[in-house]
């Protein structure tokens, strides 16, 4: 008997590895790396490789200490592998996705059963964001494996008689893993879950000073040590840059990331469909499931809450600061379906109601994306950004059929209309899978033409003069791509970071620029050294030549 168990649960292994692997990997370095985000983390790996530096994290060679390493070494191993590529930087990305979705299974079955396990995996892998942050090249994904493993071990703790001391432990290391990953607020997000936690259960958690004692010993370890490195090759300038940039976080919006306060209401809503209307009805508390199960729905949800409500009153506004959501999202949606036939009939309709009405409009929306060159003349009449003007002019080569990845999810909902009271559970698996298939097919069809119209001609200059011993910039506009497709070099003269130097002064090399075309007079007149070479989609390209150069 225990034998047909393994066997079978070795069978269901099998098959989450390998459908996943298959939805992740493939194509992976089919766009250029986006701005901001990626390009920033890919080069900070780039460059500790160029140097020999893996202690410090740097763009531009200049210490950059908004991240900690972890995922920068992680994307280390994968270059030293595959090379410096966009593969690389997204591959460690897709081997978490495979990673995440075998763990959903193994806790899902602790949980509760398979059935349930295997209605969390189909969620978590075929929701969009989430499965597009499995085929990217950022943090997150990581950052919040690492933190939903402290949360489990923690509640593994609490309801377990054995092994505590090795379970609390384990939640202190994972904690302490994802503060290496991006910083403290891993540490605030498990604190205030675990303090809200104690206070629900009025403090009746068996807790010992030990327990205290060891929490802090692991963590301290795991999550300071590459701050204690920092400390001991004297870097304490880092360590302070580092904790007032957390702190100015939440103080201030980052530059072009504004946003109103339920800004990630609205992102998870769209982002995390469909998972995230099946979870409304358990968002607001759940009577079913006893014991270990009902403890750990608890858990699910005070971390959505404390995550969706933290990072609405942080005034920096980022998609992917909510992305811890997705978690306790899919799991109480997974909950739900698990336990549907206990809710109203009413609700039921709703949700079918929700599912087809914001499906549907998903699917409109990248329908008449991949239409855009038949009505962009109309657009640009009512666009006044000069620059948003000058990229849709692009010529992306859109070949018209673009539109069946619509017609994909489309056919989706109409099955989940279908079979969603006769077949739940079947209805969710076609939805979700059909889901995955529509954003496996949107990123290989479409991204590619979206990146044409935003920042491929910046991207194809920059490597352009990438062998070329010359200092390239953006001027006017923050980017990282000059670094990563430009290979930065850590230049050895003394102005060589002063962009007033590289647009006045006597350089010692050739300098490549980057400004948006529409401003092109406006530098060139403040700059006359600059020699136009060429626009193109929004972008003006110059050289400057040092006047020892003919």
Known sequence: MYKDRDRSLIIYYAGIFGISAMLFIPFLGQVHLFDWDEINFAESAREMIA???????KINFVPFWEKPPLF???????????GINEFAARFPNALCGILTLLILFRTGTQIAD????????VLYGGSILPFIYFKSGIIDPWFNLFIFLGIYQCHLFVVSDKNRTLKLAGSALFIGLAILTKGPVALLVFLLSAGIYLIIKKFKVRIRITDFLVYLVVISLVGGFWFILQI??????????????QIRLFQTHGAGHRGFLFYHFVVLLFGAFPASVL????????????????????????????????????KTKIVHYSSLCYFPLTFLAAWWVYNAENSSLF??????????????????????????????????????????????????GWQGYEFVVSLV?????????????????????????????????SMYLIAPRVEMYSQRAAVEFFRSVSDEDAYVLTLGYKSYAQYFYGKSRDHQHVNSK??????????????????????????QGNYPDLHLLYEKNGFAFFKRIPKSVP
């Open 232 to 245: 001991l090759k004297g870097n304490m300038g880092i360590i302070a840059d580092f904790i007032e940039y």
């Open 72 to 82: 920068i070494w992680i994307q280390v191993l994968s270059m030293k592998i595959f």
């Open 347 to 396: 609700v039921q309709k709703l949700i079918r109601v929700l599912i087809v009405l914001i499906g549907f409009l998903l699917a409109a929306m990248i329908a008449v994306l991949t239409f855009v060159d038949s009505y962009k003349d109309r657009l640009i009449n009512k666009i006044r950004d000069p620059f948003a003007v000058d990229c849709l002019k692009a010529n992306v």
């Open 498 to 523: 002063d962009e007033n130097w590289l647009l006045k002064g006597d350089i010692d090399k050739p300098v490549y620029i980057s400004a948006k075309s529409y401003k092109k007079e406006h530098y």
């Open 114 to 121: 398979k059935k349930f396990a295997i209605t969390w995996v």
């Open 279 to 314: 979870a409304i009805p358990a968002l607001f508390g759940s009577k079913s499931g006893t014991g270990n199960k009902k403890e750990f729905l608890s858990w699910m949800l005070i971390l959505f809450w404390v995550v969706l409500i933290l990072f609405s009153i942080v």
């Open 409 to 441: 999810l489309i056919t989706g909902i109409w099955l989940f209309a279908i079979w969603w009271f006769r077949h739940r559970q079947r209805a969710v698996y076609v939805l979700t899978g059909l889901v995955a298939v529509f954003i496996f097919l």
């Open 51 to 57: 140097s020999g530096d893996y202690l410090t994290v």
